[in-house]
């Protein structure tokens, strides 16, 4: 339990770095403000939900804006926001650097534990109450 929470936090990081604003705060201290800004960039067609498509391309897009040396992986130095904790369960076949499939798979197991009413999209209000576990968790 207590692991799997935490795993969700790394991918739920990856989502708030998506607001440039946020970028030099925890996940704890994002406003709901921070929160809709990731949220409006993610949601590309603008229905004002999320769905799964939309959630990998904003990690694939995320994941590029962090890449600073372009060599197609996310190491440590690059993430300033990611605990090292976070890092590790993140990075599954261990190799000391993010894949953009290893982001990819994090963001689809985040979002089957965002879409809590499993109707294939992810609303504001889904997004802002899994962030919310995630303060209370900590
Ligand atoms: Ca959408
Ligand atoms: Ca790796
Ligand atoms: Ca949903």
Same mark, same amino acid.
């Given at each position: ?12 990081? #990856? ?11 925890? #996940? ?30 904003? #990690? ?70 899994? #962030? ?7």
């Amino acid at each position: 339990m207590r692991s799997s929470l935490a795993l969700a936090g790394a991918a739920l990081s #990856a989502l708030l770095l998506a607001a440039p604003v946020a970028a030099q705060q925890q #996940a704890a201290t994002v406003t709901d403000e921070q929160l809709r800004q990731s949220f409006n960039a993610a949601d590309v067609n603008r229905d004002g939900a999320i769905d799964i498509d939309e959630a990998v391309a904003d #990690a694939i897009l995320v994941f590029g804006r962090f890449d600073a040396n372009r060599d197609g992986f996310l190491v440590l130095s690059e993430l300033p926001r990611h605990s090292p904790d976070r890092f590790r369960r993140a990075d599954r076949d261990g190799d000391g650097k993010l894949s953009v499939g290893e982001v990819a798979a994090d963001r689809v197991y985040e979002f089957f534990l965002i879409d809590t009413n499993r109707n294939g999209v992810m609303t504001f209000e889904e997004v802002r109450a899994y #962030a919310a576990t995630l303060r209370t968790a900590r």
